[in-house]
Nanobody, 122 residues
Framework: QVQLVESGGGLAQPGGSLGLSCGAS????????MGWYRQAPGKQRELVAT???????HYADSVKGRFTISRDNAKNTVYLQMNSLKPEDTAVYYC????????????????WGQGTQVTVSS
């Protein structure tokens, strides 16, 4: 089984910066597209950014120009650099990865981290 663990969440001031990371652990697997999602209280989970294994990125309009997603395939890790933070960025941020198991089953599934809290407040 592949597990995803997020780190880097915390408290930031408006206009400040925060960096998140998410690493996938396990053996005999391949990571496909990875992404970040967020969910604020009382709201549904929304996409923040995605990045393919080849480095193609996609961003939600609300974070374009402020957030940057990147990945290190050798480390099976995805990053989210958040700059110019706004109070409305406050949410639990979740890491997502498409996983292909390189075994007899060869199944593909969506793996999720447990989430990390990001709070933007003065």
């Amino acid at each position: 089984q592949v597990q995803l663990v997020e780190s880097g969440g915390g408290l930031a001031q408006p206009g400040g910066s925060l960096g998140l990371s998410c690493g996938a652990s396990g053996i005999f697997f391949r990571i496909n597209t990875m992404g970040w999602y967020r969910q604020a209280p009382g709201k549904q989970r929304e996409l923040v950014a995605t990045i393919t294994s080849g480095g193609i990125t996609h961003y939600a309009d609300s974070v374009k120009g402020r957030f940057t997603i990147s990945r290190d395939n050798a480390k099976n890790t995805v990053y989210l650099q958040m700059n110019s933070l706004k109070p409305e960025d406050t949410a639990v941020y979740y890491c997502d990865a498409g996983v292909t198991l390189l075994g007899g089953g060869g199944r593909t599934y969506d793996a999720w981290g447990q989430g990390t809290q990001v709070t933007v407040s003065s």
